[in-house]
């Protein structure tokens, strides 16, 4: 016979306890620029530029071309409802009780990049572009634009090459915009002149391991801030989270219908989003508040028809007659949601959703 099982199962310990997440008005600094999708394409044009979006960097390019911006609320809603583990490669969280993981598996899903194999290091002899920045210690992505536009037009190998370090690094693995940008060490200069090597990179791994490093911190230092960074691509984070609580994407995005998506080509979840709306911190909340509204009207309907059967079975009358004892139960129901402070209604009528839920108010306080 193995160990019985425990008579108490220990929940996982939360970072904030339910009810004491921080809830300043925040902003959230994100260093990704797609705006350099543009100015590749510009340079390029139509034809060389076709030639990357066929490349694994096609997924991220689409979603970078419809210009959605990072909901900053929906990210700190979930950010404040980390739960503590002991997997440094992961992160967790929960939302309408529910628990959620973000890892690499899910940062593939997302963006469609690599995220496993290994990192093969570029052939020797293989140093054929003669980049001005290569003098240097480090580059900045102003650095790989310049030298861009000053390659030759029938270049296109070269062309292409820089093209993609410079999409790379601007989209995926921005750190900072302050003081001309992110300082980048050669190594990756290196492995953009051997376009095997170029290719077949996990720069997945990379941009998910700075995205997760910048999640982790924000979540140990600087949720009680008014504003912190986010690097790396914090886009893909935002599309997990509405992936992961569907309340969340229909109230607050617009993705493409299923029927017009292409079965002959793997469609990556950042491929799917048109629109993402940014809501008030106080609308993502209600959204979770939701799942108790709905379980305590399913439980009351629940405890009316149980009342009602064994009316009629023991005494042979039916509830419909007892409008007041039925309101007398709803009330006590709702007394009882008041009390546990799962759910707090201010009853007014009509009201906005932001004004009608507020989890840390008192009764009787207005919600801002």
């Given amino acids: 016979m193995g160990d019985p099982l425990p008579l108490r199962l220990a929940l996982p310990e939360l970072r904030y306890p339910i009810g004491s997440e921080p809830e300043k008005t925040i902003s959230i600094n994100q260093h990704s620029i797609v705006a350099y999708i543009k100015t590749v394409k510009e340079i390029l044009g139509n034809d060389e530029f076709n030639r990357i979006r066929g490349t694994f960097l096609g997924p991220v390019i689409k979603l970078g071309e419809r210009s959605l911006k990072l909901s900053a609320k929906i990210v700190h809603a979930v950010l404040t409802k980390s739960i503590k583990t002991v ?56 650095d790989v634009e310049k030298q861009l536009r000053n390659t030759r037009e029938d270049a296109s190998d070269e062309r292409f090459c820089l093209a993609m370090l410079l999409l790379i690094e601007s989209i995926l693995l921005q750190k900072s915009l302050l003081d001309g940008g992110t300082t980048f060490t ?28 910048s999640l982790q911190r924000a979540v140990d230092k600087s949720l009680d801030k008014n504003n912190y960074d986010l690097q790396g691509f914090p886009m893909a984070f935002l599309i997990w989270i509405l992936e992961s609580v569907p309340l969340l994407q229909y109230a607050f ?10 079965p002959s ?66 009330i006590q129901k709702l007394m009882f949601a008041w009390k546990t402070k799962l759910i707090k209604i201010w009853m007014t009528w009509p009201i906005y959703p932001r004004e009608v839920i507020s989890l840390k108010l008192e009764i009787g306080e207005t919600c801002q």
């Fill in 186 to 213: 050669l190594d990756y200069v290196k492995i953009a002149q051997d376009m095997d090597v170029l290719m077949t990179y996990p720069w997945g791994r990379t941009a998910y391991n700075l995205l997760l490093k």
């Fill in 253 to 262: 995005s617009q993705v493409v219908p299923i029927l017009s998506v292409q």
């Fill in 87 to 142: 997997k440094r490669h992961e992160a967790w969280f929960h939302f309408g009780a529910q628990p959620m993981r973000f890892s690499i598996r899910e940062f593939h899903m997302v963006t469609g990049l690599k995220c496993s194999g290994e990192a093969r290091e570029p052939r020797e002899g293989t140093e054929k572009f003669k980049w001005d920045f290569l003098k240097g210690r480090t580059h900045t992505v102003k």
């Fill in 265 to 330: 080509t793997p469609i990556f979840l950042c491929e799917k989003y048109l629109q993402i709306a940014s809501p008030q911190l106080i609308d993502v909340l209600l959204i979770e508040i939701k799942d108790h509204v709905s379980f305590y009207i399913i439980f009351f309907l629940f405890c009316l028809m149980i009342l009602h059967l064994k009316a009629n079975y023991f005494y042979g009358f039916s509830l419909r007659s007892h409008a007041s004892y039925l309101l007398f139960l709803m």
